[in-house]
């Protein structure tokens, strides 16, 4: 839940933007902050992003954002348009694991994305639970839900950047649902040449921690396998700067071995090697639909270049050349 502080920078609630009610703050990062909203004019719930960088902005009494100094005005105006190139590039999507994007616009000098509001419990409020791990039927779930979800958003030549537990809602019906991509965050951080909350130690890829690393499906890869090994295993791996030199990331494929099916953690070690070129590049690569002969593990655990049977085995290719996933039920 957001602080007292962070509540101290959201806008009032009630505040009404337009048609839209504010009724709670549900999220705040260092890029913005989401609210729950009203809908007065469909009279339904909606989740609201606002564009507020903490390092570059601040409220004023009326309630309008304004850069903090005039030094950063142009890096704010900038962000913000970044902040609505993304939301119109995901409103573009129409699918069941991606959060649909409903609108945006300006207002308080500022810009906002109306989303649908995905009412359920993010992975990390799942991953608190006594047992701190999820069950091999609902990690089979999640995986689905992410590369189907991942393989829409990939080929339309955009990328999440930030998956990690928090960024993905799973519905009350226990479909899981893609939120709160971070390419503007990103862009932002490159441009401003800082790091400061564009990534989240532990299911970021060691290339989002260079300015200038070369990103790609491979870096999202990197991210969804995270995910999955906390599921798995009831923690994160090590955090990716941690494995430079002697990489004391240990494989799920020898570690729960007698726990979950050997393929889905042979799939995730893959999805984890340390260096990029090591991973899949592409979701189709990673459900292949022919495994690869399984290649001797480098030294250090850096790379897992084998086949993916797991993945293989849940997906196969349409006569449109589109991937679906086909679960057998767990």
């Not at 906390?230 to 030199?245: L, N, T, Y």
Request: charged share 20%; net charge positive; hydrophobic share 40%.
């Amino acid at each position: 839940m957001p602080t007292s502080s962070e509540n101290d920078q959201a806008l009032p609630l009630a505040t009404r933007l337009g048609d839209y009610r504010l009724d709670a703050i549900i999220g705040h990062g260092g890029f913005g902050i989401t609210y729950r909203a009203f809908d007065t004019q469909l009279a339904k719930c909606v989740a609201i992003k606002e564009y507020f960088p903490v390092e570059f902005a601040v409220r004023r009494p009326d309630g309008h954002v304004a850069p903090r100094t005039s030094r950063v005005a142009d890096d704010f105006a900038w962000g913000r348009e970044r902040f609505l190139d993304e939301a119109r590039a995901l409103a573009r999507f129409r699918h069941l694991h991606i959060v649909p994007v409903l609108r945006y616009f300006e207002a308080n000098d500022t810009a906002y994305t109306v989303m649908e509001f995905e009412d359920g419990r993010s992975v990390a409020q799942l991953l608190r639970t006594p047992n701190h791990r999820l069950q091999p039927g609902e990690v089979r779930r999640l995986a689905e839900g992410l590369l189907s979800g991942l393989h829409a958003v990939h080929a339309q030549g955009f990328l999440h950047r930030d998956i990690k537990p928090s960024n993905i809602i799973v519905r009350s019906d226990g479909v899981p649902v893609l939120i709160d991509f971070g390419a503007a965050r990103q862009a932002m951080g490159g441009r401003t040449r800082t790091l400061t909350s564009i990534l989240t130690p532990q299911y970021a890829p060691i290339e989002q921690y260079a300015l200038d690393g070369k990103q790609g499906p491979w870096s999202d890869i990197y991210s969804t396998a995270a995910v999955l090994h906390h599921a798995i295993a009831g923690f994160p791996p090590p955090d990716a700067a941690s494995r430079v030199g002697e990489d004391p990331y240990r494989p799920l494929s020898v570690t729960h071995a007698n726990h979950y099916d050997s393929a889905l953690l042979a799939a995730v070690d893959r999805g984890l090697a340390f260096t990029p070129t090591q991973r899949p590049q592409t979701i189709e690569a990673w459900t292949a639909n022919r495994a690869r002969p399984q290649a001797r593990r480098p030294r250090g655990n850096r790379a897992f270049a084998g086949g993916c049977p797991f993945f293989c085995s849940l997906w196969r290719s349409s006569g449109s050349g589109s991937i679906r996933c086909r679960f057998a039920s767990a």
